[in-house]
């Protein structure tokens, strides 16, 4: 046990049915379905590996989302080819989560054999959506079909998607309810560096959010002001067009659209409301950049608006946040600020990565793009720690107890009284 949670060495694996949830989603090509970044799969070897060595018959259970909050989910056979690779071996698939196939596959398996179910929020009850709405407790959750159908089949659960702590979602919380059940290396190796984070951050304390979760973003940025974390939030992308939309900025047609398409209006009073609670806090470009012609095109706050769709953080506004992470203690940094996979609008988050890296701060990344960003710049290395969460390492911080980890706790203690014992 470690932190109040089983771990696998507290049971006996061999000839044992297994199911893993791991978090394997990846930024993925969806022409063509080759997986953009490989850091989650390769995060979570370690376990998969120690399992199957041990002799289990080993069911993974994993999501691949879209590109864009809660769109577009993929299916996960392009990743059971990737991790059949990285193991040299054979990692079966089925485009099946819960259907009477996937449950003959798994009753089939063989010690040893490996099985990565389909994308298991291809089942509604697996939705975000679904989760914010219902808010079921973990109990129901264990009810649900992705439970019901799936854990008569094993014999342990072990969680190892630490990215995705901070879902209460069946596959990751329902599990617990009803089997004996363990995190995974990975979800070990996060939550202690995380926890030793967290003691005593060196301050100023900076976060750089970003990216394209949205309703994340501004949650963790209320939440990192409002409990003292972040002396600083610097805010790029989408977060800081919101932003600049609340303030009362026309700024242009494409990106206000974009925004109203993508059912992100509804953020615009939320921003507001932080930028009046905490207004010497959250720092906002003062000049953004767009793509035009294939080559990149910048303009200052008072130019706008802009016919274009906005992609990027400016020169100036980048010159001013590489400053203020040159002098931080502890820079955190959860979503690119731009569309960086385009050479032309790449620039802000290429060079706040760079600073990050090249400064002497205790710098720690998170989530599926800004490490893919990482590793396309080439600055893992100078990154103090990359982490697989994005919005689980922020709501981790922020001392929050993660939906998972307490169904985690849950479960151990159970184990104690009611006669599951750790076998
Ligand atoms: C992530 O990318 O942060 C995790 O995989 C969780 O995914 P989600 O935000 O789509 O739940």
């Known amino acids: 046990m470690r932190f109040g949670i089983h771990t696998i060495d507290d049971f006996e694996i061999a000839g044992k049915t297994v199911l893993c949830r791991v978090d394997i989603n990846q930024p993925i090509d969806r022409k063509t379905g080759s997986l953009k970044d490989l850091t989650r799969i390769r995060g979570c070897l370690p376990t998969i590996r120690e399992l199957s060595e041990k002799g289990a018959k080993l069911v993974l259970l994993a999501h691949q989302g879209g590109d864009l909050e809660y769109k577009n989910y993929y299916t996960t056979l392009?990743?059971?080819?990737?991790?059949?690779?990285?193991?040299?071996?054979?990692?079966?698939?089925?485009?099946?989560?819960?259907?009477?196939?996937?449950?003959?596959?798994?009753?089939?398996?063989?010690?040893?054999?490996?099985?990565?179910?389909?994308?298991?929020?291809?089942?509604?009850?697996?939705?975000?959506?679904?989760?914010?709405?219902?808010?079921?407790?973990?109990?129901?959750?264990?009810?649900?079909?992705?439970?019901?159908?799936?854990?008569?089949?094993?014999?342990?659960?072990?969680?190892?998607?630490?990215?995705?702590?901070?879902?209460?979602?069946?596959?990751?919380?329902?599990?617990?309810?009803?089997?004996?059940?363990?995190?995974?290396?990975?979800?070990?190796?996060?939550?202690?560096?995380?926890?030793?984070?967290?003691?005593?951050?060196?301050?100023p304390c900076v976060f750089i959010l970003g990216g394209a979760k949205i309703q994340d973003a501004f949650m963790m940025m209320s939440t990192v002001c409002g409990k003292g974390i972040a002396d600083k939030v610097l805010t790029g992308g989408l977060v800081a067009h919101i932003?600049?939309?609340?303030?009362?900025?026309?700024?242009?047609?494409?990106?206000?659209?974009?925004?109203?398409?993508?059912?992100?209006?509804?953020?615009?009073?939320?921003?507001?409301?932080?930028?009046?609670?905490?207004?010497?806090?959250?720092?906002?470009?003062?000049?953004?950049?767009?793509?035009?012609?294939?080559?990149?095109?910048?303009?200052?706050?008072?130019?706008?608006?802009?016919?274009?769709?906005?992609a990027d953080i400016g020169h100036e506004t980048a010159a001013e946040y590489v400053r203020i992470i040159r002098e931080s203690g502890t820079v955190f940094a959860n979503g690119p600020v731009g569309i960086f996979e385009k050479e032309a609008t790449g620039y802000g988050t290429r060079a706040l990565w760079e600073a990050m890296a090249s400064s002497g701060c205790r710098s720690v990344l998170g989530g599926g793009d800004s490490i893919a960003a990482a590793n396309r710049y080439?600055?893992?290395?100078?990154?103090?720690?990359?982490?697989?969460?994005?919005?689980?390492?922020?709501?981790?911080?922020?001392?929050?107890?993660?939906?998972?980890?307490?169904?985690?706790?849950?479960?151990a203690k159970r184990s104690g009284h009611t006669g599951w014992k750790s076998q």
């Open 78 to 203: 392009p990743h059971a080819k990737v991790l059949g690779g990285l193991l040299g071996r054979d990692v079966g698939f089925i485009d099946d989560v819960t259907g009477p196939s996937a449950r003959e596959r798994i009753r089939s398996l063989r010690k040893e054999e490996i099985l990565l179910l389909d994308n298991v929020r291809f089942v509604s009850e697996e939705m975000t959506l679904f989760e914010t709405k219902l808010n079921l407790t973990p109990e129901e959750q264990s009810r649900t079909q992705v439970v019901a159908k799936l854990a008569p089949l094993a014999d342990l659960y072990v969680c190892d998607a630490f990215a995705a702590a901070h879902r209460s979602q069946p596959s990751l919380v329902g599990f617990q309810e009803v089997l004996p059940s363990a995190m995974g290396r990975l979800f070990e190796e996060e939550f202690c560096v995380l926890s030793e984070l967290m003691e005593d951050p060196a301050r």
């Open 243 to 310: 932003m600049l939309l609340a303030k009362g900025l026309d700024i242009g047609k494409a990106s206000a659209d974009f925004i109203r398409s993508s059912n992100l209006a509804e953020f615009i009073p939320v921003a507001g409301g932080i930028l009046e609670k905490f207004p010497d806090r959250i720092v906002l470009p003062s000049d953004l950049a767009f793509e035009e012609e294939g080559g990149r095109k910048e303009l200052a706050l008072k130019q706008l608006p802009c016919d274009a769709l906005l």
């Open 378 to 411: 080439g600055v893992e290395k100078g990154i103090s720690y990359i982490c697989t969460g994005g919005g689980a390492m922020v709501r981790f911080l922020s001392g929050e107890e993660l939906p998972v980890v307490k169904a985690l706790r849950n479960a």
